[in-house]
């Protein structure tokens, strides 16, 4: 059985930093690509990074480019994003996915979701 598992979020001001991690079981990450999206209040979801398993090939959102990193362990079978300089209008409810073996940033297109873990932003 397919299980994401976010877990990092919490209370942060802004300009600060934060690390979330994503831990994947019953199946290996080197088949998967890994995605986060991420949904706030009154708002769609959407993509924010993922990264493919075959190459480490990764792909971001405009918005969070040059401040966010995506990452993966294959022995821990975790994926990380790694989240600097954050700013209000990245507070929203972040979630680990993935499609399969191909990235994806579209959330119709996503198989199996965590369950997401808050992140807010905040003085």
């Known amino acids: 059985q397919v299980q994401l598992v976010e877990s990092g979020g919490g209370l942060v001001q802004p300009g600060g930093s934060l690390r979330l991690s994503c831990e994947a079981s019953g199946f290996g990450l080197d088949y998967y690509a890994i995605g986060w999206f991420r949904q706030a209040p009154g708002k769609e979801r959407e993509g924010v990074s993922c990264?493919?398993?075959?190459?480490?090939?990764?792909y971001y959102a405009d918005a969070v480019k040059g401040r966010f990193t995506i990452s993966r362990d294959n022995a821990k079978n975790t994926v990380y994003l790694q989240m600097n300089s954050l700013k209000a209008e990245d507070a929203a409810v972040y979630y680990c996915?993935?499609?399969?073996?191909?990235?994806?940033?579209?959330?119709?297109?996503?198989?199996?979701w965590g369950q997401g873990t808050q992140v807010t932003v905040s003085t």
């Open positions: 996915a993935t499609k399969g073996s191909l990235c994806t940033l579209v959330p119709g297109s996503v198989r199996y």
């Open positions: 990264i493919s398993m075959s190459d480490g090939t990764t």
